[in-house]
């Protein structure tokens, strides 16, 4: 019997403008369209809510624009989104009630994925998010 081979990674790479908003909404279609023979939509349909939280506030935050890096191995998915803004490294909080929408990005992250977190790099950093196969 012959071991199957594992297919290599694959990868979406895009840069963003600094406050352009509407890349949210073209950055959530190109990882629609990365992903649509690649997860499961369940699973999709997770990683364009936690990507558009990463990029919002990256946009929003930074004012610099950011990277979106998508990796899509057989196991997991990684999204990362790099800003260029050194600072203070982001974490999840419980927003005020009066807060509206906004604050509840990370929570959503911190929730959603299957693991998270924050790589400080000598000029920004990078919010990354893993989603593993087979879960959603």
């Known amino acids: 019997m012959t071991k199957r081979q594992?297919?290599?990674?694959?990868?979406l790479h895009r840069r963003l403008g600094h406050t352009d908003l509407s890349a949210v909404?073209?950055?959530r279609a190109a990882l629609r369209e990365f992903l649509r023979y690649r997860?499961?939509?369940?699973?999709t349909e997770v990683a364009e809510l936690l990507l558009s939280e990463l990029v919002t506030n990256a946009l929003i935050h930074t004012r610099n624009g950011a990277v979106v890096t998508v990796t899509s191995a057989p196991a997991r998915l990684r999204v990362e989104v790099r800003d260029f803004v050194t600072g203070q490294e982001p974490a999840p909080y419980v927003p005020n009630a009066d807060d509206?929408?906004?604050?509840?990005?990370?929570?959503?992250?911190?929730?959603?994925?299957?693991?998270?977190?924050?790589?400080?790099?000598a000029l920004g950093k990078v919010v990354w998010f893993e989603l593993n196969a087979g879960k959603a």
Request: overall charge negative.
């Open 6 to 11: 594992e297919s290599p990674p694959v990868r």
């Open 25 to 27: 909404g073209e950055i």
């Open 100 to 121: 509206g929408t906004h604050g509840r990005g990370l929570l959503l992250v911190q929730s959603l994925a299957d693991s998270w977190g924050v790589t400080m790099q």
């Open 39 to 43: 997860r499961r939509p369940e699973e």
